[in-house]
């Protein structure tokens, strides 16, 4: 069995590999050009010409919760099998939309600009407590969000592809065809789903349009699920009352973009889970799937490849 890994990985990752596989012949940092005909799994990305040669390849893993820069056509086509480390990051992106929503509620930038001005501004501000937020998208991330939220006292709605799947901390379930009600409900909008053909541009004028004019969007998962000109449109128009995105439609956001000076928009540098325990719950994925690999037993985190996540 040969396992090839792409990319730069530390020694207590090699010796976890090893452990896990001990009777595995494994690459790091591997030239896939070179070894992918004899390859069995992959860690990393393949791209699709190297993909027609894998004739043993059997298992990709993702590195990534997302797998969108991952499931390229020739994938998708395949009888391979892939695997995520979705999961890894859904705590500290819970925590940042909880950041993001406290920071627009209570119109942090203006404490901000205070400060650097060493002028004392009180004024009154939101509160989260007794607000309504939805969540597009109750994977991992999104069920987190829902338990933080409550404990915040807010009322939580969700929203998924699979609406009859309980949810726990979610108060109430709507199905993909329910987007208008959902968004005219809510006073924070919420995207934690993945990009999917189905997602892209999900949130376009007449999705914002949907929205209460009091109500902020927030972005943590992927740009591309709302389309960047409606979201600029319809703040620009007072359509809603801000945004707080971390991800977004170009990364790094350009220079020029006009999101960086719209004043009811907090900006971060999809940052939200960049964070030492992200990438060590993204070892312990990996490890355990390793492990199942070798012993030829069912892998975590298959991904639905039709689905795209």
Known sequence: MRILFTGEHDESVRRGVR?????????????????????????????????????????????????????????LDSDVTLTSSAGNGAIPLAEHAMLLMLMLSRDAPRWLRAQAERRWDRYTHGELAGATVGLYGLGNAGLDLAAKAKAFHMRVLGMRRRAGVPAPGVDELFGQDDLPRFLAACDFVVVTAPLTPATAGRFDRAAFAAMKRTACFVCVSRGGIADDDALLDALRRGEIAGAGLDAHGVEPLPEESPFWAVPNVIVTPHNGATTGGTARRGVRIMLDNVGRFARGEPLRNVVDKAAGY
């Open 19 to 75: 452990a896990a596989a001990p009777e595995a012949s494994v690459t790091f940092g591997a030239d896939l050009d070179e070894g992918i005909e004899e390859a069995d799994a992959v860690v990393g990305r393949v791209p699709d010409a190297l993909l027609a040669r894998a004739r043993r390849l059997r298992w990709v893993h993702s590195p990534a919760a997302g797998v969108d820069g991952v499931l390229s056509g020739a994938l």
